[in-house]
């Protein structure tokens, strides 16, 4: 199995600063996308952001230019920095991966969520 660990949630000012993180482990063969959504109370849980493999990043319209995600491969962890953070950037944040595990009975492929981070920001 694969577990992801989120961190770095937190009360913020608008206009200010948070990163969050998180980390999976488990037995992994690849992590083929991972990437950070998020849910407002009475709201659908949207994207935030993706990386893929690769590198390549896709954002919500809503964060472009303020937000940036970043991945490192060989400690299959995800970064999200969020800058000028808005009210409306208030939810709790969920890291997903994409994972391909590898075992005796062959390779599987799985959609996997952490459990979640506060983020509010005060206006």
């Known amino acids: 199995q694969v577990q992801l660990v989120e961190s770095g949630g937190g009360l913020v000012q608008a206009g200010g600063s948070l990163r969050l993180s998180c980390a999976a482990s488990g037995t992994i063969f690849r992590i083929n996308t991972m990437g950070w959504y998020r849910q407002a109370p009475g709201k659908q849980r949207d994207v935030v952001a993706s990386v893929t493999n690769g590198g390549s990043t896709k954002y919500a319209d809503s964060v472009k230019g303020r937000f940036t995600i970043s991945k490192d491969n060989a400690k299959n962890t995800v970064s999200l920095q969020m800058n000028s953070l808005k009210p409306e950037d208030t939810a709790v944040y969920y890291c997903?991966?994409?994972?391909?595990?590898?075992?005796?009975?062959?390779?599987?492929?799985?959609?996997?969520w952490g459990q979640g981070t506060q983020v509010t920001v005060s206006s």
């Open positions: 997903n991966a994409d994972v391909t595990r590898a075992t005796t009975g062959g390779s599987y492929t799985d959609d996997y």
